[in-house]
């Protein structure tokens, strides 16, 4: 079973837990009003509970839905014609990006890794394919390099005679590659920086709201700490979550935003040649911690999958590349994405730091929660000392054998993920059970909430 199953099943069940049964009690605030008409009237220096609720939900929606540059998805070509097929496709297109925006909810740093991956693969494609470019006439910047990574070109199969239509095969960065040096596509398609972005479903306007929310929160969660004044676990994880989501739009800068429709390549009357298929690569797909450890990859403790060949890229895994090229330069896509996770986790729990004297409920889930928020802040500590004893102890000193010692840290290492998981699930069940009873001083307004925000 996946995480993200695994996630979906036991969440709902450890929030009910968490949260519990408690007696139900409420307060409505009375505002004066003014005698005679006036020009202005301040805000109260109160809040409510749904306005903190929602202001919070808001900017969780701005820093999971709207940030998200998804890769390029099944090509619809013309399936499912009229209203009902628009509806379809339509409610698919949704399903994914919730399903994308939960994720990012749970754990964030997975997808900075990706994000991070992806630019990386980005400007691989970039540099390797820019002397080609040239020579095509075709202007290459980072833009393409993402283009192409996002699995923006395809080879189309059993095409009619006219050349339209056919079967889509989504190319991977390094099928693109090696197919433009072995001359195997004979020039780069021409499209120019603009056209890509034409096609990019970025909105400035939106994407400015969503900016505008998360700074507002930061804004407030700032002056409530300056002020002394108690702050949620909720406004804390929105404001991890903001810390991500602007990690996360650096990354994405120049990546084109859902981009629907690909571009093909070459057409071919019939099926992909055999010996074209043979230099295409099978994708595998890891999840981010466990390309950390080799032998929990081995193990297949979190499965990495291999999806069909020719189909469009996950959203939410790294990309292994089995190519003979790539074993030589796979040591430092792995340290990126270690350094990318690591970093993730290390301002996620910084941002929680903050909360170190949050009052709760009995002072037996306080001290866990310290604990899972010490955890996940020195986490990549524990995985550097995990490798010194792999080294050290295992290596030099019981000289071990590599088939025994990696084995072991592959074991230690996903054991040490899963504990992280299980700290983070810890930290979202308390966000839920803190929320209903929150202490007086929490309602206190701020100068903030005369700034425009969704609340």
């Keep these: 079973m996946s995480v993200a199953k695994t996630l979906a099943y036991a969440l709902p069940w450890w929030l009910a837990a968490a949260v519990g049964v408690q007696a139900y009690t409420s307060f409505d605030p009375v505002c004066t009003r003014p005698a005679d008409s006036v020009n202005f009237v301040s805000s109260p220096d109160a809040r409510g509970t ?40 339509g409610l698919w297109s949704a399903l994914e990006s919730a399903k994308l925006a939960l994720v990012t909810i749970l754990t964030p740093e997975l997808i900075i890794s990706v994000a991070w991956d992806q630019r990386r693969i980005a400007k691989k494609v970039m540099h390797e394919l820019k002397e080609r470019a040239d020579r095509d006439g075709v202007p290459w910047t980072l833009v393409h390099g993402h283009y192409v990574a996002m699995g923006g070109f395809v080879l189309r199969s059993n095409a009619l005679e006219c050349g339209r239509g056919g ?11 090696l197919l433009r040096t ?100 099978q994708p595998e797909m890891s999840a981010a911690w466990v390309i950390l450890f080799e032998t929990a990859q081995a193990l297949q403790i ?110 230690g290492g996903t054991i040490l993920c899963w504990l992280y998981l299980a700290a983070r699930l810890f930290i979202l069940a308390e966000t839920a059970r803190t929320f209903i009873s929150l202490p007086p001083g929490m309602f206190i307004s701020t100068w903030t909430r005369n700034i425009p925000h969704f609340s």
Excluded at 167 to 177: G, Q
Aim: neutral net charge; charged residues 20%; aromatic residues 6%.
């Design 302 to 411: 979190i499965p990495t999958t291999h999806p069909k060949m020719g189909q469009p890229l996950s959203n939410t895994r790294v990309q292994l590349h089995p190519h003979e090229k790539e074993k030589e330069t796979g040591k430092s896509g792995k340290s990126g994405v270690a350094a990318s996770l690591f970093l993730a986790a290390t301002i996620f729990g910084a941002v929680h730091m903050a909360g170190w004297n949050i009052t709760f409920p009995t002072k037996a889930e306080q001290i866990i929660w310290r604990c899972a928020i010490i955890y996940i802040l020195t986490l990549p500590t524990l995985i550097f000392l995990l490798h010194c004893i792999g080294l050290v102890l295992f290596s030099r000193i019981l000289r071990l054998e590599d088939e025994v010692i990696d084995p072991l840290l592959g074991i």
């Design 167 to 177: 079967k889509p095969y989504h190319l991977t960065a390094d099928d693109v590659i």
């Design 50 to 89: 749904m306005e903190i609720l929602w202001s919070s939900l808001f900017t969780i929606v701005a820093c999971t839905w709207t940030i998200h540059h998804p890769n390029v998805p099944e090509q619809r070509d013309g399936r499912d014609p009229g209203f009902l097929g628009d509806l379809r496709w």
């Design 182 to 281: 072995n001359d195997n596509i004979e020039r780069l398609p021409n499209l120019t920086r603009d056209e890509i972005t034409d096609k990019s479903k970025s909105d400035p306007v939106m994407k400015g709201i969503a900016i505008c929310q998360i700074l507002w929160s930061i804004a407030q969660i700032a002056t409530r700490e300056i002020r002394q004044l108690p702050i949620s676990l909720l406004e804390l994880n929105v404001l991890a979550l903001a810390a991500c989501a602007i990690c996360i739009y650096l990354l994405c800068w120049s990546k084109p935003k859902h981009v629907q429709v690909a571009v093909t390549v070459r057409t071919y009357n019939g099926d992909l040649p055999e010996e074209l298929k043979e230099k295409l690569e």
